[in-house]
């Protein structure tokens, strides 16, 4: 009789220790999601404010018109590709007018039809963790590795079957020693006028960097330059970057982050001059973005996101009204 009465009294016990415990654990998560949505509006009124100084302060000497990023709409969301599970980045091919994507585990590289459609998987081999993949040139791309911080110029066209990581073959730049913090370089951008590739660290801090000179000809020196401007990447006030896009029309950068829900227009003089929330309701979104991963536009204008696990938009620009 008494182990009974001693175990119905510490079974009683536990249950008001697990419901306590389950109180904490709300009240906690609801502390969070409280901060976490405060901080996040913070953000956002942060970006309109530097947005409005520049629209309207001596910035306004960068003449060259914004893309109007508050003028698209979604026309294509939430597509599923096939049954991938990681895709990390999306750029466009302007030879062969169509989309290429990456994925970091069992790794591979997609291409896509403009619509989302999955056409082909091409394997990779040799390397770890790749996050990103950038179109340079016809029958070349670049392909950036996370936890390496490496960079590898490769060739792409209709007739690859497989890419692969080959030392003495491929032009390849590593920027910092390896790490396993999973926080390294997570977006690529290129601006072909100038041969400059933009890199993208993740967080802990956002860093851009400008990478110059990697792509000399060959049998010429190479004089490489790498930059950085800290006040550029402070005034996009994002936690995260998770991808990047240079306008070649405009000389402005599109950045993409995943965990402020957001594509900040960058421009040359590194100020943000526009912003598009990718939350339900904004942009004729019908759901938020999960994980944003990837950013491209083509060469129309038109703008398509990636997002994990598999999920593809596009968006267009409404025409102005009169």
Known sequence: MLPSLLWSSLSRRGRRWAAGLAVVCLLAAAAWWSWHTRWLARQEFLLRREIAQARSGPAAAD??????????????????????????????????????????????????????????????????DPEAVEYLFPGRYMIAEERRRRVT????????????????????????????????????????????????????????????????????????????DPARDRRLFLTDISGMVYDSRTGHLLVLSDESKLVIEVNAVGQ???????????????????????????????LYIVSEPNLFYRFRQEKASR
Not at 80 to 95: C, H, K, L, P
Not at 203 to 221: C, H, K, S
Not at 277 to 298: C, K, M, T
Request: glycine residues 10%; without cysteine; aromatic residues 6%.
């Open 153 to 228: 110029e490769v060739a792409l066209d209709a007739g690859t079957e497989r890419v692969a990581f080959e030392t003495a073959a491929q032009r390849h730049l590593t920027l910092g020693p390896p790490d396993d913090d999973n926080r390294g370089f997570e977006a690529l951008a290129y601006d072909p006028g100038r041969q400059r590739l933009y890199v993208a660290k993740e967080n802990d801090p956002v860093r851009i960097f400008e990478v110059d000179g990697l792509f000399a000809p060959t049998g010429q020196p190479l004089n490489l330059g790498v930059h950085v």
């Open 63 to 128: 003449s060259v018109p914004n893309l109007s990023l508050e003028r698209y709409v979604a026309d294509i969301q939430a597509l599923r590709v096939g049954d991938e599970a990681n895709m990390s980045s999306v750029t466009y091919d302007a030879q062969r007018h169509l989309l290429v994507s990456i994925t970091n585990r069992d790794p591979h590289l997609l291409e896509l039809s403009l619509e989302g459609r999955l056409q082909r998987r091409i394997p990779l081999a040799g390397f770890g």
């Open 272 to 302: 943000p001059v526009g912003m598009m929330s990718l939350r339900a309701g904004q942009h004729g979104l019908h759901e938020d973005i999960p994980q944003a991963e990837g950013i491209a536009l083509d060469g129309e204008g038109n």
